[in-house]
């Protein structure tokens, strides 16, 4: 439920706070006093597009504070993404300077634009004077069917999608099958080259080094034998010296401590000089030149070489290009056997036949009971012995949206065959229709929670509304009842007045019969301050609410007639009490 708007300096109102309560609550006024700014800036801090026209004249910026009570389905959301939630609350501000530049806050934390539009669809819905022009169209029809069968459209556009993907690669492969051929000779006859070299991962560095042994192993003998006698074996050897040293210094390291020291590194270096020996000897034990071997890895080097040339690469890419090309042969022969992609595009379209036909379940559900559900609203609405139908068309081909199109039928009175809506409607016709089905459906989970059959009546009404509170807590209609009015404006305010009984409803409205229903009515007015026009709000009740229904019914000219009617209207129990505050 909305608590509490704040505006400065929007349009045209310099500073307002108005604080809201459960129920029904209308906002009145004479026409161009700003009674939809309100609804204007609260769409502002739920996301909506932003310029510097809403900035009002003079002003650095505009802001709008929107508190709403913490519905339950958004307090995961908050969470993961960082929002604390205090008291139950949350608050949602938005700011625009006068270039344009827009700003963004969740419970006083730095947010998104596209985040406040998330949070928008737990807390509010709103339906404009326009709504009707939407019944005329074929997509929006679908989408608030399924809004209220509850189908999810992801699964039925992923299969679609999937389906089309494998009947574009299947014409691909049917249109290019030549191409393809050819691709795929080029490349098996390249990678017969390189599998008759199999070049091993590592290899060229492993060979190249071998190589380079063998071709210098005399000289490698020769150096290690030198290296050896000097150590070792020669006539006068390092490690002989080495010895030599280390016994002139222990015969006289006790008389002064520093000489032992040298001692111990010449002790160290002694051991260091036994193990390079041994090692020599092993090295000298074992190697001998191999011309043989050096022949052979003289030929693969040479192959190597010759293979890297003709497909201009480094000797070492080698086995890379040969996993890359094993990988294209791989995709050319998945993408020329037309054989599988059938397969595949066959599979794929059961898939999306099996989604489109849990999809039509679903809408043929819904389709009798909205039916149902708005014609006992349009009884209400001075279409008596009117009929709504939700007709499901099949369709010749398919669609991304499924094996069938949904129309929208009305029949204006008893006997009458529905017929397409905008057809057979007037706009007077539609507009109620379109209130109609806006108090019908104005959140999802109507049909589902009424049931496939439900029963037409209190007990319908009960659960429609029941249904609207379970979804958003706040619902906003924005001059809908244009063009109603006598004994329907009547039905229209009963019905809103009922779902205020399980959400919170806000109207802007021009029918006094509509605005003396609420259970609350701010009157929105213009003033001059200074040499600036603003807009103020106020929450009326007693003698200014009767002035203002009178106002409504017929102006000063019938003030004592006017104000008659309004005294008649507000005489229902509950219809006068207190409004928000402002």
């Given amino acids: 439920m909305l608590k509490r708007l704040h505006l400065r300096d929007f349009v045209i109102v310099d500073e307002l706070d108005i604080e809201l309560g459960a129920g029904f609550t209308v906002l009145t006024g004479e026409t161009g006093a700003g009674k939809s700014i309100l609804i204007d800036a609260l769409q502002l801090a739920l996301g909506q597009r932003a310029d510097s026209g809403v900035v009002r004249e003079g002003a650095a910026r505009t802001e709008v504070t929107a508190e709403f009570d913490l519905p339950a389905s958004l307090q995961a959301w908050l969470d993961e993404a960082g929002f604390a939630a205090e008291d139950g609350s949350l608050l949602l501000r938005r700011t625009v300077d006068a270039q344009g530049k827009s700003r963004a806050w969740i419970n006083g934390s730095t947010a998104t634009v596209t985040q406040l539009r998330e949070v928008a669809d737990h807390l509010v819905d709103i339906h404009g004077q326009h709504a009707w022009q939407s019944l005329t169209r074929p997509a929006a029809v679908r989408a608030l069917l399924d809004a209220q069968a509850g ?47 199999n070049p091993g991962e590592g290899e060229w560095e492993q060979i190249n080094t071998e190589q380079q042994r063998l071709a210098h192993a005399q000289a490698l003998l020769d150096g290690s034998r030198a290296a050896l006698d000097a150590i070792a074996e020669g006539d006068q050897p390092a490690d002989a010296l080495l010895h030599r040293a280390i016994d002139a210094l222990q015969a006289v390291a006790d008389y002064d401590p520093e000489l032992r020291a040298v001692a111990d590194v010449l002790h160290s270096a002694a051991a260091q000089l036994d193990d390079a020996a041994h090692s020599l000897h092993a090295y000298l034990g074992r190697s001998e030149p191999d011309p043989e071997r050096l022949a052979e890895l003289d030929t693969r080097l040479g192959a190597w070489i010759s293979l890297a040339r003709r497909y201009r690469r480094s000797p070492a890419e080698l086995p890379a290009l040969a996993h890359g090309w094993r990988q294209e042969l791989a995709n050319l022969d998945a993408a020329a056997d037309l054989q599988a992609l059938e397969a595949r595009a066959s599979a794929a379209e059961a898939a999306w036949r099996q989604a489109a036909q849990v999809t039509s379940r679903q809408r043929q559900r819904a389709a009798g009971p909205l039916g149902q559900a708005v014609t006992q609203a349009m009884q209400q609405l001075g279409m008596a012995g009117g009929r709504f139908e939700v007709a499901l068309l099949p369709q010749d081909e398919p669609q991304a949206h499924g094996l069938e199109s949904v129309e929208f039928r009305v029949a204006g009175h008893t006997g009458s065959t529905p017929r397409p809506l905008a057809k057979v409607a007037s706009g007077g016709e539609l507009s109620r229709l379109a209130l109609a089905i806006a108090v019908t459906t104005a959140q999802g989970g109507l049909v589902a929670a009424a049931g496939p059959s439900p029963k037409v009546g209190r007990q319908a009404a009960a659960a429609s509304a029941q249904a609207l509170a379970d ?47 609420a259970d609350g009515h701010l009157l929105v007015a213009k003033a ?55």
Wanted: glycine letters at 10%; hydrophobic letters at 45%; a positive charge.
């Fill in 528 to 582: 001059r301050k200074g040499r600036q026009t603003v807009s103020d709000v106020q929450a009326v009740s007693g003698e200014a609410r009767v002035a203002e229904i009178a106002r409504m019914l017929g102006g000063e000219r019938l003030a004592g007639t006017s104000r008659a009617h309004a005294l008649a209207l507000l005489g229902t129990p509950g219809t006068a009490s207190k409004g928000p505050a402002a």
């Fill in 471 to 517: 979804h958003v807590g706040t619902l906003i209609f924005d001059e809908i009842d244009a063009g109603v009015g006598g004994t329907v404006a009547d039905s229209v305010g009963r019905l809103m007045k009922q779902l205020g009984r399980s959400c919170q409803v806000l109207a802007v409205t021009h029918l006094a019969q509509v605005a003396a229903c």
């Fill in 151 to 197: 189908v999810d459209p992801q699964p039925l556009a992923a299969a679609w999608q999937a389906w089309r993907q494998a009947l574009a690669a299947l014409a691909d492969a049917r249109a290019r099958r030549d191409t393809l051929e050819r691709e795929r000779e080029r490349l098996a006859w390249q990678l017969a080259e390189l599998d008759k070299l």
